[in-house]
Each structure stands twice: as C-alpha cells, then as structure tokens.
C-alpha cells in the first residue's frame, strides 16, 4: 500500500549525473511507496535556456506558493558551458535567483555514518553551518591607495540631512582601503532563518562575531540575533534548545572541543570558510546536504554538491561509474519529512526516517561508493557502482 503525501511537493530537476541519480531515486527508492503530488520543474540548463531562464522564478515562486521543494544539482553556466550547451548566454546560478526571491539562509547539515570517521574526534553529531550570504567583503569597494592623503568615511542622508563623515586612515604612503555594508532588514532576515531553523532541527543556536572589536558592525549583527531570539523565548524554552552568543575565535575553539549537534550560525566570510573547513571534517562532499530556509518558514532542500561533471562525462561514454547519491536521497527524504509534518501526516514522516535509516545502515555494512569506500573504517573489499547502491537499499525498503 503506498502512503499518501498530502499536499504537493516542488520538485525541480537538474543536470548531468545528478539528473541520472535524481530519476533512479525517484523510480526505486520513492515512487513505488509514496503517491506524491509532485509540482515538476525542469531546471535542467538547456530548459532554463529554452524559456530564458523563466523556469526557475516560476519554481521559486512555487515553492513560496506550497512551502517545500526539492532540487536537484544545476550547471551554472560559465563561458564553457555556454559553447558546450549553446546557450544563449551564461544565465545566472538556480540557486542565487530562488535564494534572492525567498530571500532565504543555506545550512549545510553533514549525514553522518559510523564507519566514515570524521577527522575531528569529539564531533559525534551533525555540526549544521547557516551563512549569511549578502554583503560584508562580498559587496565591498576597494581602492588601492596610491600614496599619501586622507581616506574618509561619507554617508549623505537621502531626506537631505547633515552629512556624516568619519577619518578611515590618514596614509603617509601607499596603501588599501575597503568599504563594506550590510543591510538591518537582511541580517534580521538571516537571524529569523536560523531561529527557525534551530527549532524546527531542535538543535542549539551558535552566532559568533568579533564584537569586541567591531564594536558597531560586529555588534550590530549581535543586537539583531539578541533581539530575534530574545523574541522567541518561549519557543526555545519549549523545544528545549538555547540560543548561544559567543566570540568568534571562541565559537571556533569550542566547535573543535564540541560533540556537534549545533545550528553555527555565521557572518557571510565565516561561514565560507567554516563550511569548507566542517565539510572536508566530516569526510565527503557526497555526505552533505543542504537546506535553503526562507524568514517565513519555506524550504527547498538539495545535496550540497554540484552536478559531478567528470562522472557524467564517463557515463556518457558508457564505462560504470560509482557516485554517492546519498546527498540526493538525503534532498528527497528532508523535503518529504518537512512536507509531512507541516501536513501531520506522521506515517509520511516515518517513511522519510525509515529511508534515511536504511541507507546509513547500508554504508555500515559495508556497501558504498567509491568516494566513501577511499575513507571508510574498515575500508570495504569492493565498491558499490551507483546503480548498485540505490538498487542495495531498494532491496531492504
Ligand atoms: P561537483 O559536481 O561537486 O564535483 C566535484 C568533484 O567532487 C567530483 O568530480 C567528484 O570527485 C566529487 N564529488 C562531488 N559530488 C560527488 C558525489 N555525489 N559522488 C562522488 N563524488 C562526488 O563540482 P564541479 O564538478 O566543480 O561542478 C560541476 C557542476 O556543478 C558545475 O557546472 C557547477 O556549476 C555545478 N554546481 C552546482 C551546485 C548546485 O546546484 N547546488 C553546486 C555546486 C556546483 P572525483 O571526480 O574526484 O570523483
Ligand atoms: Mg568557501
């Protein structure tokens, strides 16, 4: 008997290997147990191509209209993809325009599995990273200061108010400055991004900064998450998790020492760095999802990792290959769970667990991909193809 979803899910389709893992997820693994409502996106980029990349607002905005999605890896065009595909022009990245129209915050959350050992002792449970990905250093101007003179500050008020301006530095030679904003209505965003999300994974909240100092910019991103989270007070106190400010070197020394389990909510130069340095900690891109959550609760989930290129290019000319579609299945389950509890629909958000357990069990048996089996403890006799993955826990469902 197939179990019902309930109200419908946005599924958005992608490129190269994952388009081929994404199919055999869904007709092994999914279709033969569930009956979804499934509201069918081709991101793939000779569509997005086709319709001028229309595709990808209408599924954003369907995701704001039903509240999940689930998506597949994309090709972001550069100018070799543009010659490869014949593309009209190298459009912009899927997931930069459906983050800018749910205005939402990624976190990366790693899958973890007893025999992949991560290369950090203590960490037994999921570290998950929440970046603020708007301005700081990334939407910064820069002047190379060719000698001596004065640098200044200058904000000139739009309702024609007094000018303020402050000294940055009086150069007595050459030298470089930087200018960098960030917005209050974006880092409240973020902060109501990761609150929900804290609650929603039951998981404590880190921010980190260097309010010390920074004592305006710094400390500006900590009254905000102060004054979020002290609005949610109750809400902590009823899922059992707390709200944690500390310095960021602190915060990165404590990680170190942690078990895991926390929300590591962080400024957007932190988290591009943290995330690689938690990821690589973990063992595989192959083993990380990623969830993007809107400051109104709406969520699209999807593998952290790209298209895997070079394994597409060995499909194409018809030799095995053995790619981890663990990230995919883990998209897929976090999306169909989410949508079964917002539905309380309980057996849908059973079956979503039940597969999630089936394939860590599998990997600690000893069946993996070729990714996970150059890492695992004991390293396995053999290595799974990627078909034979799917097919070994298709089997145990
Ligand atoms: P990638 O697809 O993440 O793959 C980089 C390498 O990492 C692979 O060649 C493979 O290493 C390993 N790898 C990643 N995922 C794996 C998996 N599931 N199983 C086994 N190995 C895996 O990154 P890329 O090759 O740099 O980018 C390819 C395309 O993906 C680009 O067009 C880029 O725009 C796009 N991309 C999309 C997203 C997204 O949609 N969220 C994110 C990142 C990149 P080996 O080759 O050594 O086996
Ligand atoms: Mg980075």
Request: hydrophobic letters at 40%.
């Amino acid at each position: 008997m197939a179990i019902t979803v309930k109200n419908p899910i946005v599924e958005m389709d992608g490129d190269e290997m994952t388009r081929i893992i994404w199919k055999m997820i869904k007709d092994k693994l999914l279709f033969p147990h569930l009956t979804m409502d499934l509201k069918y996106f081709d991101l793939g980029v000779k569509h997005r191509d086709e319709t001028d990349d229309a595709v990808t607002t209408e599924a954003a905005k369907a995701v704001i209209e039903h509240g999940v999605g689930v998506k597949c890896a994309t090709i972001t065009p550069n100018a070799a993809r543009v010659k490869e595909y014949n593309l009209k022009q190298a459009w912009k990245s899927p997931n930069g325009t459906i983050r800018s129209i749910l205005d939402g915050t990624v976190f990366r959350k790693p899958i973890i599995v007893q025999n992949i050992p991560p290369a950090v002792r203590s960490w037994k449970k999921p570290i998950s990273i929440g970046r603020h990905a708007y301005g700081d250093i990334y939407k910064s101007v820069e002047y190379k200061v060719p000698g001596a003179g004065t640098a200044e500050l200058v904000f000139t008020p739009s309702d024609g108010g007094a000018k303020k301006s402050l000294v940055v530095h009086e150069f007595k030679g050459p030298g470089v400055i930087m200018g960098m904003h960030n917005t209050e209505k974006s880092i409240r965003s973020f902060a109501k991004a990761c609150i929900n999300y804290s609650l929603g994974e039951k998981c404590d909240l880190w921010f980190g900064a260097k309010d010390t100092i920074s004592k305006t910019y710094h400390a500006f991103f900590k009254e905000v998450f102060d004054q979020e989270a002290g609005a949610r007070k109750a809400d902590f106190e009823k899922q059992g998790v707390q709200y944690r400010y500390m310095l960021i070197d602190d915060a990165v020394a404590q990680i170190m020492k942690a078990e895991g389990g926390m929300l590591w909510a962080c400024m957007n130069y932190d988290g591009d760095v943290m995330s690689d340095m938690v990821a690589s900690g973990f063992g595989s891109l192959g083993l990380m999802t990623s969830v993007l959550v809107s400051p109104e609760g709406k969520y699209v989930y999807e593998a952290a990792h790209g298209t895997v290129m070079r394994h597409y290019y060995e499909h194409l000319k018809g030799n095995p290959t053995s790619t981890n579609s663990v990230a995919s299945i883990f998209a897929w389950t976090g999306a169909i769970a989410r949508r079964g509890e917002l539905d309380g629909t309980p057996e849908v958000v059973k079956f979503s667990r039940k597969l999630e357990e089936i394939v860590i069990a599998t990997i600690e048996k000893g069946v993996m991909t070729k990714d996970l089996a150059a890492i695992a403890e004991p390293r396995p006799g053999k290595y799974a193809l990627t078909e034979e993955f799917i097919d070994t826990v298709a089997k145990q469902l």
